[in-house]
């Protein structure tokens, strides 16, 4: 009797691919800074540091180095921002709750892996519902270091017992797509937050989970077989001013 096929396992990252949340996160950051009397344009320093935990990226708008307990303040008064922003707007991204389950009928394993802490993957995943699709929820209380370096992902495919080749990271930030490829895996766009000729190298690029089938991602799988070499260029963690 032939051994039963090696499963494959796929990658949610949380905010701007389970949820379209870019906009709401961008005005909590940009409220923050008028509070702070700050001129940083929310929506381009999100462009390119998105996927990096707030605190994180607030280290990237100051022009002096602040302490890392006054950081953490800063990023609770932006969390708090956002969840009252985006308090009625909570939803999936279209076709998500389908593809989930048809993906696991299909045999694919299935994980999120968020540089969100536990309170703010509960505010998502609990109210929405959604914690019953995934086998494994990795956040950034169980890493040491945020995307974009690869942590975040091997932890997962590590937690599944899958090997890295045979994960796809659903991504939308520049940060993440680069994460994905340092550990070795593939990746697919979801272009809530970027445009498709901002990704690297994706095997597509989604503006949702509409018309995505577990098939079609095999497809591509086969068409792709190896996962790209990451960009140190995109993986840069810093804000562009320009």
């Not at 494959?8 to 509070?35: E, H, K, S």
């Not at 017992?161 to 993440?176: K, N």
Request: glycine letters at 6%; charged letters at 20%.
């Amino acid at each position: 009797m032939p051994a039963a096929p090696l499963p494959y396992a796929l990658i949610f990252d949380m905010d701007g691919v389970i949820i379209d949340n870019t906009a709401a996160q961008a005005r909590a950051f940009q409220l923050l800074f008028r509070d702070l009397g700050l001129t940083t344009n929310a929506r381009r320093l999100l462009r390119r540091l998105n996927g990096m935990p707030a605190g994180e990226i607030l280290q990237h708008v100051f022009t002096k180095p602040v302490p890392k307990k006054q950081l953490a303040e800063f990023a609770a008064q932006r969390e708090l921002l956002y969840r009252v922003l985006y308090w009625h707007k909570r939803q999936a991204l279209p076709g998500l709750r389908e593809f989930l389950q048809a993906a696991r009928a299909a045999g694919f394993r299935i994980a999120l892996g968020t540089g969100s802490g536990t309170e703010t993957i509960s505010y998502i995943l609990d109210h929405l519902d959604l914690r019953r699709y995934f086998d494994m929820v990795v956040g950034k209380d169980d890493v040491s270091k945020g995307k974009p370096h690869p942590d975040t992902y091997t932890t997962t495919a590590h937690k599944l017992g899958i090997e890295p080749a045979r994960c796809v990271v659903f991504e939308d930030a520049l940060l993440g797509e680069q994460a994905a490829y340092r550990a070795g895996m593939r990746c697919i766009g979801v272009s809530t937050t970027l445009n498709a000729a901002d990704f690297q190298a994706p095997l597509t690029v989604i503006p949702d989970f509409t018309h995505l089938t577990p098939q079609q991602v095999l497809a591509l799988l086969k068409q792709h077989p190896e996962a790209p070499k990451p960009s140190k260029q995109l993986a840069k963690r810093q804000y562009m001013r320009g």
